[in-house]
Nanobody, 121 residues
Framework: QLQAFGGGLVQAGGSLRLSCAVS????????VAWFRQAPGKDREFVAG????????YYADSVKGRFTISRDNAKVTVYLQMNSLKPEDTAVYYC????????????????WGQGTLVTVSS
């Protein structure tokens, strides 16, 4: 089970940190990613982190502004979002799979419930 939280309302240029807590599984065996979905749009890959945390991946639209990290002891993955823009407004989901990070949502076996991020201009 994955639980995503930390969303909220923030002004453009502000920051938020999302958390994804994983329970009931061997956390270190899973690659984890964040996706987001804005109204009327497809779900898109935002960032991903390998099982060991050594490798990280980012969408071009967030590179340099967002940072993904994981704490295997706390079985939690974080998404630090800085310099937020109105176009970052979406529901953010964390997802896990037992293989490698993928930008394709269908490659993930487990999903959190989503947390809403709203960036005002």
């Amino acid at each position: 089970q994955l639980q995503a939280f930390g969303g909220g309302l923030v002004q453009a240029g502000g920051s938020l940190r999302l958390s994804c807590a994983v329970s009931g599984r061997t956390f270190s065996s899973y690659a984890v990613a964040w996706f987001r979905q804005a109204p009327g749009k497809d779900r898109e890959f935002v960032a991903g982190i390998s099982r060991t945390g050594v490798n990280t991946y980012y969408a071009d639209s967030v590179k340099g502004r967002f940072t993904i990290s994981r704490d295997n002891a706390k079985v939690t993955v974080y998404l630090q979002m800085n310099s937020l823009k109105p176009e970052d407004t979406a529901v953010y989901y964390c997802a896990a799979n037992g293989v490698v990070v993928s930008i394709t949502p269908s490659q993930y076996d487990y999903w959190g419930q989503g947390t809403l991020v709203t960036v005002s201009s």
